[in-house]
């Protein structure tokens, strides 16, 4: 089975700082997710990472893979209190059938 | 479009008793799935569906069952409520299960089971 890994699981940040969210999983997969869920709310893709060494950029969000690694980071700059949310990595299986979530990272940026 | 369609928003349930939660999508996708969240656990593959007629078990299939007559719509029985059945419900759907599609995510079902 695969498993999925965030950390940290909470992360409290003023705003203009930067971080980075971790996502390790545990067996290969050739696509990762990043998603966004505000309170009471469903998911929003943000990201969808297709190969190894891939980056995208939205604002200030970044999301990076290294497969060989097993990991993807979700960097934050200079964070704003519109992006306080719950941010979820994700694998899909070999067979592209099922989809494995992390715990998902719990960010409140503090004016 | 309205994408995916999730009813009832919030529901309450005696424990034993069984209940029909609704899914349907409008974007003629192929793959639809439902998870459950609860806290501290991410998201959780129930059952899912790579097209009509077509139906797979995920991570934690039991308790639930589903089926899939059309493309649009899949719905997740619960057959006799349980108080670990507890959680918030989403189904999704996405264009293939192939292709590097993204999912999309209904707004959720808030179950309680007392």
């Known amino acids: 089975e695969l498993k999925v890994e965030q950390n940290p699981l909470f992360l409290s940040m003023q705003e203009g700082k930067n971080y980075t969210i971790y996502c390790n999983y545990s067996?290969?997969?050739?696509?990762l997710y990043w998603y966004r869920q505000d309170p009471g709310k469903s998911l929003e893709s943000l990201f969808v990472l297709l190969s190894n060494g891939a980056v995208k950029q939205e604002g200030r969000l970044m999301a990076s893979l290294d497969t060989k690694a097993r990991l993807s980071t979700l960097h934050i700059t200079a964070a704003v209190h519109d992006l306080s949310a719950t941010y979820f990595c994700a694998v899909v299986s070999n067979t592209g059938n099922q989809f494995y979530f992390g715990t998902g990272t719990s960010l409140t940026v503090i004016p | 479009n309205a994408g995916v369609t999730q009813t009832p928003k919030f529901q309450v349930l005696k424990t034993g008793q069984s209940m029909t939660l609704q899914c349907a999508q409008d974007?003629?996708?192929?793959?639809m799935s439902w998870y459950r969240q609860d806290p501290g656990m991410g998201l959780r593959l129930i059952h899912y569906?790579?097209?009509?007629?077509?139906?797979d078990q995920g991570e934690v299939p039991n308790g639930y069952n589903v089926s899939r007559s059309t493309t649009e719509d899949f719905p997740l029985r619960l057959l006799s409520a349980a108080p670990s059945q507890t959680s918030v419900y989403f189904c999704?759907?996405?264009?293939?299960?192939?292709?590097?599609?993204?999912?999309?995510f209904g707004a959720g079902t808030r179950l309680s089971v007392l």
């Open positions: 569906s790579v097209g009509a007629g077509i139906t």
């Open positions: 999704a759907s996405s264009y293939s299960r192939i292709a590097k599609n993204i999912q999309y």
């Open positions: 974007m003629n996708h192929e793959y």
């Open positions: 067996t290969t997969s050739d696509r």
